[in-house]
């Protein structure tokens, strides 16, 4: 089971003032999601009020507007961009719904629009694949992955991202801070990651799913040197390691499913950790009360229930 890649609040909106179960109204709506994003969906003009912006504030912008993330911003959102953006925020888009869904899909374009964090995440992405595309179709012999050095992403302030590509497949490193769970927790999360590991080996997963090549408490060896890994070396933190093969991005549909799948990762890590211990904890209360019935049957002066008469009729 995977969670949404879209932002529900911001799909949600936009549908209600299409439909126009809101009214037209001033709007000035603040909200963050769980990687730490902030976003304000507003009405600059009272007197115009089917003009909307939307705005966006992440602490990373300067990493992923770095490494393309503005390519596929201006592929997706062209016309909406606002520039400069609204003041304290990081890119912003402006936009009337009428425009917005004009001999367009209505729910697919706002649909693209609550996935705005998404997009800017997949430049990266994006960029890593087509650079292993072309290194591959030139097939240089003294190519070197060691010199290709990794785009780095600090998506949330306990998760970083590595990305590099190579000549027959891209690398993508996931490390994650454990420091805030217990020492439990960080059992499931290393249970959660082994089980990955196992999984990608199977010959459905190998062949339709980027392959787990390291999951551990430890960082992998690419990265093991990388100043930032040395500074937080006190730190517990868990790395997963993916390779993403030609394959497997073979059509876009798969591209932006790895691409998605990836951006998702910490939460889906979090979300199995609950899983675990949501069923531990069902598991052990079923258990316990089972011990308690027989030990209640066990007391001498233990008084059965009453079961109910049984009626049975003379022919």
Known sequence: MFLDYHNSTIEDTLLRLFYKIWRAKPLDIRFHDFSGISYHISTPDEDRLEQLRLSIHWD?????????????????????????????????????????????DPEEVIRNVALLRRNALSGVFERAFDAQAQAKEENDPNFNPNEVDFMRIDCHRDERMYIRHHQSYTTVIIGIALDCLDEADRMFVRLTLEELKHRSRLPWYHEHAPNVVHAKLEPPHEIQQRCEVLQDSSRCRAYIEFRVYPHHIATKKARDAVIS??????????????????????????????????????RQDYTPPPRAAAFRTDK
């Open 60 to 104: 990373c912008w300067a990493q992923l507007v770095h490494n393309g993330a503005m390519e596929v911003l201006e592929r997706e959102y062209g016309p909406w961009i606002l520039l400069p953006p609204e003041e304290g925020t990081d890119f912003t888009l402006q936009f009337t719904i009428e425009d917005l869904v004009r001999d367009n």
């Open 261 to 298: 799948q990836r951006m998702i990762f910490r939460n889906y890590l979090q979300y199995h950790v609950k899983c675990f211990k949501g069923r531990l904890d069902i598991r052990m209360r079923r258990v316990s009360n089972g011990q308690l019935k027989r030990l209640s049957r066990a």
